[in-house]
């Protein structure tokens, strides 16, 4: 079924949208005509992001703060008149260590992050999508949640979680049409990924390049995720294509079956 005027109708909220994936989310829901308000912690990438997309919300919030999760969508849906999509997109990458060598600290730091901080987003959005009478929650995962990923325990945990918080939201927000799904990127190309070999290389006392090419051996397709294609992907999920699904987990990775 086409909608021509679908997306100039969408009010949509994209956590972390500053940069990295969750930027790429907004320029793609901004430039189909859609109203979106960001959040971040980063202010200047922030303030970048509203100079390159006129009329873009944006507000300084991290997601780990239940109090700034309820701010944040109370002045974006104030501003936009509602809202239809929330993309729970934040989530850091945790320390790469053995278990025994992870901090409380650092292990607390990536729930907070990758788990709490979908909770809060949900809580707060989900009165206002129920107002909407449906619309559509992304939450961002990770292929790390679906499969063994060694020396990466606090980040895999998270993103099995925000797996299983998903599915049960679909669950209890199907009756109201809002649909909700979780996402699986597997190696996405860009800043972070360069950040997280170099950490995981450092660990395992190999080089850079090792680090790259061992990671690219699970993927059947032997490429990377270009965070365009991770919007593409959300943009048919909150589109009309994607009205029938919900609770499901979809993998964007090159066929990524495993982790070293
Ligand atoms: P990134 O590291 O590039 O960070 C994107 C933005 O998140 C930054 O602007 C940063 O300031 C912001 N941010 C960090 N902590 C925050 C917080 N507490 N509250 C609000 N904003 C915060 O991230 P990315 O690579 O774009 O990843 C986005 C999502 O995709 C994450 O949930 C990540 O786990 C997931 N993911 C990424 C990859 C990958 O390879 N990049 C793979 C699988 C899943």
New binding site residues.
């Given amino acids: 079924m086409t909608d021509p005027d679908f997306w100039s109708r969408q009010k949509a909220i994209i956590?972390?949208?500053?940069?990295?994936?969750?930027?790429?989310i907004a320029s793609a829901m901004h430039a189909a005509g859609a109203k979106v308000w960001i959040?971040?912690?980063?202010e200047r990438?922030?303030a970048e992001a509203a100079a390159a997309l006129p009329g873009l919300g944006t507000m300084v919030?991290?997601?780990?703060?239940p109090a700034a999760c309820n701010d944040f969508v109370a002045r974006a849906t104030e501003a936009m008149g509602g809202l239809d999509i929330l993309v729970?997109?934040?989530?850091?990458?945790g320390p790469a260590a053995a278990v025994q060598d992870i901090s409380t600290a650092d292990w607390t730091r990536c729930f907070?992050?990758?788990v709490n901080?979908q909770f809060f987003m949900a809580r707060a959005a989900i009165p206002h999508l129920k107002a909407a009478k449906g619309g559509s929650i992304v939450c961002?995962?990770?292929?790390?949640g679906k499969y063994a990923f060694p020396l990466r325990s606090p980040?895999a945990a998270s993103?099995a979680a925000?797996i299983s918080l998903a599915r049960a939201l679909s669950v209890e927000l199907g009756p109201d049409q809002i649909r909700v799904n979780a996402?699986?990127?597997?190696?996405?190309?860009?800043?972070?990924?360069r950040?997280?070999f170099t950490d995981r290389a450092a660990t395992r006392g190999i080089s850079y390049e090792e680090m790259e090419a061992i990671a690219l051996r699970a993927v059947s397709m032997k490429t990377?995720?270009e965070?365009e294609e991770?919007a593409g992907l959300v943009m048919f999920l909150c589109a009309p294509s994607g009205r029938p699904i919900s609770g499901q987990v979809m993998s964007i990775c090159g066929g990524l079956e495993y982790t070293e």
């Fill in positions: 956590t972390a949208g500053a940069s990295g994936i969750g930027l790429k959040c971040d912690i980063a990438p922030l919030c991290d997601v780990a703060d729970n997109n934040a989530g850091i990458a907070e992050v990758n901080g961002m995962a990770s292929v790390a980040y993103k925000v996402i699986a990127p597997g190696v996405v190309a860009g800043d972070r990924i950040r997280v990377m995720v965070p991770i």
